[in-house]
């Protein structure tokens, strides 16, 4: 019980961050603009374009379920694409309400086990997937850089450099995946300096037994990277539905550019646009990207609309692939949480 009152507290005050950084983002961000205006402005938009927009939000959310029963699957582990569903919307929510998305993959580790899904699979699933991801996000926003070199050239100096310092940050996160998924040392190094440190500081009762359930854990794990390994037909299945999944997400960019009725830029050209701040925001760690991501898209897409209507399209955009997906996530993670306590409680 006290446990759950603990959780709620912490979600109650995540949301809490999450309301107060959006309201003082808009405040800031929009200071220049009539809220009156702003309504009149997003109420003359055809929505059934923002209704596709949502759409391929749930379409991106389907997507990541999809690698996560890929992948077990193929490590031999039983799941359900309903409860991948779960995995993948729980893993969404933590990564919006923590700073630098860090929250995201501990949760579903967490919620992996409660399911008996053990770490062993739920590491190197979720190593793989971000290892896939970041390496997708950079690949099309280099790509995007070649075709569409003229958006660069027309954005801010300081954005230009948030591309770039994100362009290192999302390849050493790679290059960190790399090491954790298939170097021998790396794991081993770590669990052993975390044993040692708790060890001084007398976190731990019994070292000798924990070291022991380690050392299994790690031959477990060096099983299931060498599977990975020797199916890289796995890791092309994943890297293809991984850029129909951001496809997807920066397609939204341009649907909103579509409800406001112009049509002078291609899907390309907005597309780019969201590719670059998807890197861009990575290089800072806050929350969901909240403020700087909002900053970001005044910057780019200012390009491609009249002042009066930027505002609204950074609103809407913002509302239909992150603050809806928020909601609808929170919404997943707690019937999910509710499932998965249910199903503790009964078997213990």
Same mark, same amino acid.
């Given at each position: 019980?006290?446990?759950?009152?603990? #959780?709620?507290?912490?979600? /109650?005050?995540?949301? *809490?961050?999450? $309301?107060?950084? @959006?309201?003082?983002?808009?405040? !800031? +961000?929009?200071?220049?603009?009539?809220?009156?205006?702003?309504?009149?402005?997003?109420?003359?938009?055809?929505?059934?374009?923002?209704?596709?927009?949502?759409?391929?939000?749930?379409?991106?959310?389907?997507?990541?379920?999809?690698?996560?029963?890929?992948?077990?699957?193929?490590?031999?582990?039983?799941?359900?694409?309903?409860?991948?569903?779960?995995?993948?919307?729980?893993?969404?929510?933590?990564?919006?309400?923590?700073?630098?998305?860090?929250?995201?993959?501990?949760?579903?580790?967490?919620?992996?086990?409660?399911?008996?899904?053990?770490?062993?699979?739920?590491?190197?699933?979720?190593?793989?997937?971000?290892?896939?991801?970041?390496?997708?996000?950079?690949?099309?926003?280099?790509?995007?850089?070649?075709?569409?070199?003229?958006?660069?050239?027309? #954005?801010?100096?300081?954005? /230009?450099?948030?591309? *770039?310092?994100? $362009?290192?940050? @999302?390849?050493?996160?790679?290059? !960190? +995946?790399?090491?954790?998924?298939?170097?021998?040392?790396?794991?081993?190094?770590?669990?052993?300096?975390?044993?040692?440190?708790?060890?001084?500081?007398?976190?731990?009762?019994?070292?000798?037994?924990?070291?022991?359930?380690?050392?299994?854990?790690?031959?477990?794990?060096?099983?299931?990277?060498?599977?990975?390994?020797?199916?890289?037909?796995?890791?092309?299945?994943?890297?293809?539905?991984?850029?129909?999944?951001?496809?997807?997400?920066?397609?939204?960019?341009?649907?909103?550019?579509?409800?406001?009725?112009?049509?002078?830029?291609?899907?390309?050209?907005?597309?780019?646009?969201?590719?670059?701040?998807?890197?861009?925001?990575?290089?800072?760690?806050?929350?969901?990207?909240?403020?700087?991501?909002?900053?970001?898209?005044?910057?780019?897409?200012?390009?491609?609309?009249?002042?009066?209507?930027?505002?609204?399209?950074?609103?809407?955009?913002?509302?239909?692939?992150?603050?809806?997906?928020?909601?609808?996530?929170?919404?997943?993670?707690?019937?999910?949480?509710?499932?998965?306590?249910?199903?503790?409680?009964?078997?213990?």
């Amino acid at each position: 019980m006290r446990d759950k009152i603990i #959780s709620k507290k912490n979600q /109650i005050r995540s949301i *809490l961050v999450m $309301t107060s950084l @959006m309201a003082v983002t808009i405040s !800031v +961000l929009l200071k220049e603009y009539s809220i009156k205006e702003l309504v009149k402005v997003a109420g003359s938009v055809h929505f059934l374009y923002l209704i596709t927009g949502i759409a391929l939000m749930f379409y991106y959310a389907g997507c990541q379920a999809m690698n996560f029963y890929m992948i077990m699957h193929r490590l031999k582990q039983e799941v359900s694409y309903k409860n991948c569903i779960d995995y993948a919307y729980i893993g969404n929510y933590f990564s919006a309400i923590t700073p630098g998305a860090c929250g995201g993959q501990p949760a579903q580790m967490y919620y992996m086990n409660k399911d008996k899904i053990y770490v062993d699979i739920s590491a190197i699933t979720i190593f793989l997937m971000v290892f896939v991801s970041q390496i997708v996000i950079v690949l099309m926003g280099g790509v995007f850089a070649l075709l569409r070199f003229n958006i660069l050239a027309k #954005s801010a100096r300081w954005f /230009i450099w948030l591309l *770039l310092a994100g $362009t290192g940050v @999302m390849l050493s996160l790679t290059a !960190v +995946l790399s090491a954790l998924m298939f170097s021998r040392i790396v794991i081993p190094f770590l669990i052993d300096l975390v044993l040692k440190l708790g060890k001084k500081l007398h976190l731990f009762k019994k070292p000798e037994e924990i070291k022991e359930k380690f050392d299994l854990l790690i031959i477990s794990y060096r099983e299931k990277s060498r599977l990975i390994i020797k199916n890289p037909d796995l890791f092309l299945k994943v890297f293809v539905i991984t850029v129909f999944q951001w496809i997807a997400y920066c397609l939204v960019s341009y649907l909103v550019y579509l409800s406001f009725g112009y049509r002078k830029n291609d899907c390309f050209d907005l597309m780019a646009g969201q590719s670059f701040i998807n890197i861009a925001v990575a290089a800072v760690p806050l929350p969901g990207s909240v403020g700087i991501a909002e900053k970001a898209y005044l910057n780019v897409f200012g390009q491609f609309y009249q002042g009066d209507q930027l505002p609204s399209a950074m609103v809407l955009s913002r509302i239909v692939n992150f603050y809806f997906p928020l909601l609808i996530s929170y919404v997943v993670y707690a019937f999910a949480h509710h499932r998965i306590m249910k199903e503790q409680r009964r078997i213990g």
